[in-house]
C-alpha cells in the first residue's frame, strides 16, 4: 500500500514551459487536492476533486489545469511556467467521514522552480 | 474568504517547556484539524475536532475547539526535540475542502 505517489520529486522548468505533475492515489479514496507551499507558509488549495470526471477550483487555480479520468489518478498541468509558480506542490487524497473530518493523506511533494 | 490566522508564527524553546499555538478566524468552521510537517515531508493528521468546546488529548498533547467554532488551540507539555515541526490547522469549508493556517515552526531544543 503506497498512499499517496507523486513524481518528479524535483524539476527546474525554464519560463514559458509546460509540465505535469503526476499524483497517484492506491487508498481508493474519493476525494482528492492539490495544494501549493511557498517557504515556511500554510497551504494553499490549487484544484480538488470528489470524484472521477469532477473538478472544481480552490483559492490560487490561475495557472494551472487538471483532469481526474479515474479514481487513482489527479495530474496537475503547468501550461506556461512563471517565477510566480516556484513553490513545493503536494498532492493529497481523502475519504468521506460521517460526522466530519475527512483524514488527508499527502504525497511527498514536489519540489519545483521556474527560473 | 476564509482565513485562519495562527499564531505565534515562530517558536523556540528549551525541552520540557510548555506552549500554546493558537489558530485563529472570523468565520465558523465545521470542523478543524491539526496536522504536523516535517521537513522535506507532507503534513500528518494529529487530530480532528468537530464539537464546539471539545477537548481532545493526544499523549502530551491538547487541542482545544473554541465555542463558537472560530478558533482552536494546541497546548504542549514538557515540549521534546521530537516535537520540532510546523504545526497546521486547517478549518473545514464545506464537505471535503479545507482552508489551511498560515502555519507555526516549531523548534525545541535539547
Known amino acids: 500500500n503506497a498512499g499517496v505517489t507523486q513524481t518528479p520529486k524535483f524539476r527546474i522548468l525554464k519560463i514559458g514551459q509546460s509540465m505535469t505533475l503526476q499524483c497517484t492515489q492506491d487508498?481508493?479514496?474519493?476525494?482528492m487536492y492539490w495544494y501549493r507551499q511557498d517557504p515556511g507558509m500554510g497551504l494553499k488549495l490549487i484544484y480538488y476533486s470528489v470524484g472521477a470526471g469532477i473538478t472544481d477550483k480552490g483559492e490560487v487555480p490561475n495557472g494551472y489545469n487538471v483532469s481526474r479520468s479515474t479514481t487513482e489518478d489527479f495530474p496537475l498541468r503547468l501550461e506556461l511556467a512563471a517565477p510566480s509558480q516556484t513553490s513545493v506542490y503536494f498532492c493529497?487524497?481523502?475519504?468521506?467521514?460521517?460526522?466530519?473530518?475527512?483524514?488527508?493523506?499527502f504525497g511527498p511533494g514536489t519540489r519545483l522552480t521556474v527560473l | 474568504t476564509q482565513l485562519l490566522e495562527q499564531s505565534p508564527q515562530f517558536l523556540s524553546i528549551q525541552e520540557g517547556e510548555n506552549l500554546t499555538v493558537y489558530c485563529n478566524s472570523s468565520s465558523v468552521f465545521s470542523s478543524l484539524q491539526w496536522y504536523r510537517q516535517e521537513p522535506g515531508e507532507g503534513p500528518v493528521l494529529l487530530v480532528t475536532?468537530?464539537?464546539?468546546?471539545e477537548v481532545k488529548k493526544l499523549k502530551r498533547l491538547t487541542f482545544q475547539f473554541g465555542d463558537a467554532r472560530k478558533d482552536s488551540s494546541l497546548h504542549i507539555t514538557a515540549a521534546q526535540p521530537g516535537d520540532t515541526g510546523l504545526y497546521l490547522c486547517a478549518g473545514a469549508s464545506g464537505t471535503y475542502k479545507y482552508i489551511f493556517g498560515t502555519g507555526t515552526r516549531l523548534k525545541v531544543l535539547a
Open positions: 493529497a487524497s481523502s475519504y468521506f467521514v460521517a460526522g466530519g473530518g475527512n483524514e488527508q493523506f
Open positions: 487508498m481508493n479514496h474519493n476525494y
Open positions: 475536532v468537530v464539537t464546539g468546546g
